[in-house]
């Protein structure tokens, strides 16, 4: 059985065209792209906790981390100038250095610090070799009137 071989007129209708099919590809392309929309969650609509209870009490020696609402960090009454893990590993390593091995890091963050600038102590404290971490919170019954309304 012998095949015989279409024309070279034949064989020039059958070439399939990309461009086309390249140019579709490329509309829904950018049609996807400029349709998409990225939504950045803000707020998870939690409650942060009160502290109840006694108090913990406060050594002498600890290690003291004022964190401001702008994020600006405070380590034993020394203002760091930067606000990246390393400075604040390197202020913690040195305080705990000064006679306070084993010493707690207490944290007093303002109301309106972001998490991260606490994560970042956090952090540092770890890699400083601080296991020990404390963080200050305001006691929920403090602001409440007594029973006689005084």
């Known amino acids: 059985?012998?095949?015989?071989?279409?024309?070279?007129?034949?064989?020039?209708?059958?070439?399939?065209?990309?461009?086309?099919?390249?140019?579709?590809?490329?509309?829904?392309?950018?049609?996807?792209?400029?349709?998409?929309?990225?939504?950045?969650?803000?707020?998870?609509?939690?409650?942060?906790?009160?502290?109840?209870?006694d108090a913990?009490?406060?050594?002498p020696g600890d290690?003291?981390?004022q964190i401001g609402a702008a994020g600006d960090y405070v380590v034993d009454g020394h203002r760091l100038a930067g606000d990246d893990v390393a400075a604040l590993q390197t202020a913690l390593a040195t305080a705990a250095q000064t006679d306070r091995f084993g010493a707690t890091v207490v944290v007093a963050a303002d109301a309106g610090t972001r998490h991260d600038a606490v994560v970042r102590v956090l952090d540092a404290?770890?890699?400083?070799?601080?296991?020990?971490?404390?963080?200050?919170?305001?006691?929920a019954n403090s602001?409440?009137?007594?029973?006689?309304?005084?």
Request: glycine share 8%.
């Open 1 to 53: 059985m012998r095949f015989q071989r279409p024309a070279r007129s034949a064989r020039a209708l059958v070439a399939v065209e990309l461009t086309p099919l390249i140019d579709v590809v490329f509309l829904l392309l950018i049609f996807f792209m400029v349709s998409t929309t990225f939504v950045r969650e803000t707020a998870l609509g939690i409650r942060l906790p009160n502290a109840q209870g």
């Open 143 to 150: 602001g409440a009137e007594g029973e006689d309304g005084h």
């Open 63 to 65: 290690i003291e981390v």
């Open 56 to 59: 913990a009490s406060r050594e």
């Open 125 to 139: 404290a770890r890699r400083a070799g601080l296991t020990d971490v404390s963080i200050l919170t305001d006691n």
